[in-house]
């Protein structure tokens, strides 16, 4: 039940593509929601994030959309750049004090070709 | 920008051995973190630690594993009898105090230690 899933694994695309990457959890106890991005040998560094009191979230060129009812989330990447080329980490959490252990998902590669 | 560091970046070691991993969290953080990342896979939650406490450990934290805040700065991870299967990244986050004005949710996590038990 503290599972999140994440699809897919791997994501290919040109550049200003938009890429799509979802994830689902199943306990309803979590109540935050942030995406990480992580390049290789670094830490995951947070990208954007999302509470359920609201179904969509833009920061730039990243958007979360929320789907409460459902149970998922989702990160696009509008105008993806070869820059944007890294893991993507969805993650969860329980705002409860002391607490807020994250979650992660089992990651995405995201590859934006030239 | 404040950042979380770590050290050592890498720290090989051999099995039975014990290894201690070290951060220094953002200096007005609050709650600490260990996470570990096994090569290729998702990042996993470790402990949590607050007003010199453990606040919550996950499975994979046990009687192998300490944390300690030895000083006003340091955040310690100690593994006492490495095992082969301990070889990961280890990555340290902090977050600051929720109640403060502004404050956010966000874990800013370390750049890692690649610890490798031979």
């Known amino acids: 039940q503290q599972q999140v899933k994440q699809s897919p694994q791997s994501l290919i695309v040109q550049k200003g593509g938009i890429p799509i990457i979802n994830c689902a959890y199943e306990n309803t106890a979590f109540d935050y929601f942030p995406w990480y991005q992580q390049f290789p040998g670094k830490g995951p560094a947070l990208l954007i994030a999302i509470r359920p009191d609201v179904s969509e979230k833009k920061e730039g060129r990243f958007t979360i959309s929320f789907n409460k009812s459902a149970k998922q989330f989702s990160l696009h990447i509008m105008d993806s750049q070869p820059g944007d080329s890294a893991t993507y980490f969805c993650a969860a959490s329980i705002r409860d004090t002391g607490r807020r252990a994250l979650t992660f998902g089992s990651g995405t590669r995201l590859q934006v070709q030239p | ?118």
Not at chain 2, 18 to 42: A, D
């Open chain 2, 1 to 118: 920008e404040p950042e979380v560091t770590q050290t050592p970046s890498h720290q090989v070691t051999q099995m039975g051995q014990e290894v201690i991993l070290r951060c220094v969290p953002i200096s007005n953080h609050l709650y600490f973190y260990w996470y570990r990342q096994i090569l290729g896979q998702k990042v996993e939650f470790l402990v949590s630690f607050y007003n010199n406490e453990i606040s919550e450990k996950s499975e994979i934290f046990d009687d192998q594993f300490s944390v300690e805040r030895p000083d006003g700065s340091n955040f310690t991870l100690k593994i006492r009898s490495t095992k082969l299967e301990d070889s990961a990244m280890y990555f340290c986050a902090s977050r600051e105090n929720p109640t403060g004005l502004g404050a956010t949710d966000t874990q800013y996590f370390g750049p890692g230690t690649r610890l490798t038990v031979l």
